[in-house]
């Protein structure tokens, strides 16, 4: 029952929004500028009825997952290096800080002088997230429960055991928290870099293209690609991370019980 009313809200509120843009398109009534609602819907259907337009999308897609896939890593890695090393922290926290001043359109036309076409949407999305994770990541290691670790010392724990037990319970929902606002940051960065870039084979340049046309109707429509790909890898995104959470808690309960043992 709950369920099902969440359901109702969200689809009230969906229709809401699509009622107040058609009666925008209504109020301007120049699709010049805006479009309705069912324009951008047959619009759609019509590009996804083409081979180029799910190339487009895939290969965007693709280079979204993979600037993502690596800033989580690599800002994951380097949290844990700096939570370790004072010096790593203190040499790494200018280059952080850097990164999160510095406006992406700067970061786009320097990639575009430094790597190919294809390669600077990875990058843009790669910078876009290392910072967001690190700083959760951070976060979570500073925020482990002392008493949780005093009680890893009196039992022994080894570190393998302190790492399954203690770090990574505890981290885990900074890290699930940190992937869900970098995922949203990766899209619109790595497609503007695409659109700046004119990156060949993206949804990117497809916004480029109806832009320089004045193709409103397509304009729309690629953005609510975007939209519709983000949400969706985000929801897959946090299904797979709250499987693999559920699987690594009852792997611990069934193989070590309730309490640590002594090494």
Known sequence: MKNIRKIAI?????????????LVCVLVDMELLVVSPLTVLRRLTELG??????????????RIIAGFA???????????????????????????????STPVASFIILALVWLTGQYVPVFIAFLMVLPVVYANVSQGIAEVDGKLLEMA?????????????????????????????????????GVAAEVIGVTR?????????AKIYLETADLF?????????????????????????????????????????RD
Do not use: N
């Not at 724990?157 to 940051?185: D, E, N, Q, W």
């Open 10 to 22: 969200k689809t009230a509120v969906a229709v809401l929004w699509l009622v107040l843009w058609q």
């Open 49 to 62: 009825r083409t081979a180029s337009f799910w190339q487009y999308a895939f290969y965007s897609l693709g």
């Open 70 to 100: 690596l800033g989580s890593v690599v800002g994951t890695l380097l949290a844990i290096g700096c939570s370790m090393s004072g010096f790593a922290r203190a040499f790494f926290s200018p280059a952080i800080t850097v990164i999160k």
């Open 153 to 189: 010392k009196v039992y022994r724990m080894s570190r393998r055991k302190k790492l399954l037990h203690i770090y990574i319970p505890s981290v885990l929902p900074y890290f699930m928290a940190a992937c869900r606002t970098a995922l949203g940051l990766a899209w619109k960065a």
């Open 201 to 209: 084979d993206s949804v990117g340049r497809q916004l480029y293209y």
């Open 221 to 261: 429509a690629w953005t609510a690609v975007v939209i519709i790909m983000s949400l969706l890898l985000e929801k897959v995104f946090v299904w797979g991370v709250e499987r693999f959470s559920d699987t690594f808690h009852l792997a611990r309960r069934g193989q070590h019980g309730a309490l640590p043992e």
